[in-house]
């Protein structure tokens, strides 16, 4: 059984750094898509960054030049979040579109979830 587990996060000063890594278990077939979301209290989940199986990346707006997403290998990947500001406070979830059989459709399989705290 495919498995999402999340390390990082916690609580930074404003303009400080944390570290978000992911790394999948179990038996992977295929994967078509991995990424990072974030949902603040009373907000609904949102993207924060993907990258493509080839390497393309894409991040929002909000986070442009202070946040890096990178793979290391097909079955991790990380969020490297520098000049933190408080609105990126929030919990982050890590995300994979895979196959977890030889056939079928690719699903979403999501982590547990870790908070990141940002104090001004």
């Known amino acids: 059984q495919v498995q999402l587990v999340e390390s990082g996060g916690g609580l930074v000063q404003a303009g400080g750094s944390l570290r978000l890594d992911c790394a999948v278990s179990?038996?992977?077939?295929?994967?078509?898509?991995m990424g990072w979301y974030r949902q603040a209290p009373g907000n609904q989940r949102e993207l924060v960054a993907i990258?493509?199986?080839?390497?393309?990346t894409q991040y929002a707006d909000a986070v442009k030049g202070r946040f890096i997403i990178s793979r290391d290998g097909a079955v991790k990947l990380s969020l490297q979040m520098n000049s933190l500001k408080p609105e990126d406070t929030a919990v982050y979830y890590c995300?994979?579109?895979?196959?977890?059989?030889?056939?079928?459709?690719?699903?979403?399989?999501w982590g547990q979830g870790t908070q990141v705290t940002v104090s001004s």
């Open positions: 995300n994979f579109r895979l196959k977890s059989k030889p056939f079928g459709l690719h699903s979403d399989y």
């Open positions: 179990g038996t992977v077939y295929s994967i078509n898509g």
């Open positions: 990258v493509s199986p080839g390497g393309t």
